[in-house]
């Protein structure tokens, strides 16, 4: 499966805070925080789902990776996705193994398996 997904007992908002400090427990940072709803109705379209996507990068994951293959970029920043659905709240990321796998290179594998690993564990302690 391309991505890992997981249910949570907290609200949206509740489980974006979580994250944010979860996530600088291994380095990462909140580049954007994009409020899906909120932006959507805003341009007036009637889009009632909460949804946040929050662009997350390690900057020194991000040197190592770019510095083995420019294409890379195409990838970053990593993405968490917090939503409701069927009145749940979910948290959940396409995986960096998956995306690099595009790539064909063996050292950028082991680098996506190790955030892709430490990206899991932040998820797993928030929900």
């Known amino acids: 499966m391309f991505h890992y997904t997981v249910e949570t007992s907290r609200s949206v908002?509740?489980?974006v805070e979580a994250l944010e400090d979860a996530l600088k427990s291994e380095k990462f940072g909140v580049l954007w925080d994009f409020n899906v709803k909120e932006t959507l109705n805003g341009k007036g379209f009637d889009f009632n789902q909460s949804m946040r996507i929050l662009e997350v990068c390690n900057p020194?994951?991000?040197n190592k990776v770019l510095a083995e293959n420019e294409l890379v970029s195409y990838f970053l920043p990593c993405k968490v996705?917090?939503?409701e659905s069927d009145g749940k709240t979910k948290i959940g990321m396409?995986?960096?193994?998956?995306l690099i796998r595009f790539l064909d290179d063996a050292k950028l594998n082991g680098i996506a398996e190790d955030i892709e690993q430490r990206m899991?564990?932040?998820?797993?302690?928030?929900?």
């Not at 396409?94 to 998956?98: L, M, Q, S, W």
């Not at 899991?120 to 929900?127: E, F, G, L, P, Y």
């Open 13 to 15: 908002q509740a489980a």
């Open 60 to 62: 020194e994951e991000a």
């Open 81 to 83: 996705v917090v939503y």
């Open 94 to 98: 396409p995986k960096p193994t998956e």
């Open 120 to 127: 899991i564990a932040t998820i797993d302690s928030v929900k």
